[in-house]
C-alpha cells in the first residue's frame, strides 16, 4: 500500500503536505463513493456587482466589505496551469463562476488560455461560464471569439420590480435579457438561465418565467433555495420543492421528464410535451444528487473544495507558489479526491431539524459568492 501521508490543510495554514512516495499524477479519479472527477468549477473572482438577497445581501457585504487583494487571486498562469492537471485526472468540463466573472479584467484571455486545453484522448474541453448578465451583451462577442462554449445567466424574475429587489442595486431585467439574445447570437449556447425560487420574494413568477422562455432556444432551470454559507438567513419555509414548480408549470403548459444528458447532471431535465423546449430543476434541498455529484470546486484564492456546503477547503495556491513539481501536485489533486466522501444534502435531508434551520447551523460554511455556485 503506498504511504499513508494524505493531503489535508493544516489547522493553521492551510498548507498541504507531500509525501515522498507519489502516486500517478495522471489518471481518472474516483472518490470514496465511488464518483468520478469529471468537472471544476473555478471562481476567478470575490467580487459582483449585484447584492443578490440569497448570495450577497447588502446588509452583509456593504460598502466597507473587504475584497481579496490581487495579490492573493490565483493568476491566469496559474489557473490554467491547475486546470492543465485536473484535466489529467479525467475533468471535461470547466465553469468560471464569481461572484461575477465578467468583473475579472481581460478575462477573455483566460478563456483562451483554457480552451486550448485537452483530454489525455485529445478532445477539447467543455468550457463554459456562469453570470449575473450584466455585462453579457458588451462581453458576448469577444468571450466567444476567445473559445468559450456557452453561457449560463441568472435571472429571478422577469417583473421588473421583483427583479430589482432581488439584485438589491437597481438593475433592469431588460438589460439582462439584452446579453441573453446577444450571447444566442454569437454562439454562446444553449443559453442556460438559472432561477432562485424564494418562497414570498419571487416564486409568483416560476409560470410567467416558463411561458416567457418557452418556444426559445434557452433552457430555463429553477434552483431551490438553497443554505449556502452562512450569510443569506436561509429558511426551510422559504424554500419551494422542486416538485411544486413541476406542478405549477404543469398545470399550464404540460410537461414531461427526459433523460439526463450525463451521469451526475445537477438538474432533473423536463419538456414541455408539444416538443418546445425543456427546463430544468435542481433540488439540492428535496431531492440530494450527492450520489452521483463529479464536481470540485476551486475558489479564488486557490482553495480545492470539493463540497458546494463545506466548512474548509485545501491550499493549492501555496503548492503552486513553491518550488513543487506539477507531479506533486497532481498527487495532492489525487489524494483529495480519492478520501472524498461528502453527502451534506443527503444528511440534511436525513437529518434536518424539526425548525427549518439548517443543517450545520452555527458551523462557518463557504459562501456562494466565494467558491461560486
Known sequence: MPDKIIYLADARHGALSIPKLLEPATGQLSDRRGRPLHDLRISITDRCNFRCVYCMPKDVFDKNHVYLPHK???????????????????????????????????IERLVGMLAELRTPSGQPLDLTL??????????????????????????????????????????????????????????????KVNMVVKAGMNDQEIVPMARHFKGTPTILRFIEYMDVGASNGWDLKEVIASGEVARRIGAHMPIEPIDPNYAGETAARWRYSDGSGEIGLISSVTQAFCADCSRARLSTEGKLYTCLFATGGHDLRAL???????????????????????????????????????LDAGKKKVEMSYIGG
Open 72 to 106: 492573493d487571486l490565483l493568476s491566469f498562469e496559474e489557473i490554467t496551469r491547475i486546470a492543465r492537471l485536473f484535466v489529467a485526472h479525467g475533468v471535461e468540463k470547466i465553469r468560471l463562476t464569481g461572484g461575477e466573472p465578467l468583473l475579472r479584467k481581460n
Open 130 to 191: 456562469t453570470t449575473n448578465g450584466s455585462l453579457l451583451a458588451k462581453k458576448a462577442q469577444s468571450l466567444r471569439d476567445a473559445g468559450l462554449n456557452r453561457v449560463t445567466v441568472s435571472l429571478d424574475s422577469l417583473d421588473e420590480t421583483t427583479f430589482r429587489r432581488m439584485n438589491d442595486v437597481d438593475f433592469a431585467v431588460a438589460d439582462v435579457l439584452h446579453g441573453i439574445d446577444m450571447a444566442h447570437q454569437v454562439g454562446l449556447g444553449p443559453v
Open 320 to 358: 503552486l507558489r513553491s518550488s513543487h513539481s506539477d507531479a506533486e501536485i497532481s498527487t495532492a489533486i489525487g489524494r483529495l479526491w480519492r478520501v472524498r466522501g461528502d453527502r451534506y444534502s443527503e444528511l440534511r435531508a436525513s437529518q434536518s431539524s424539526k425548525d427549518g434551520t439548517a
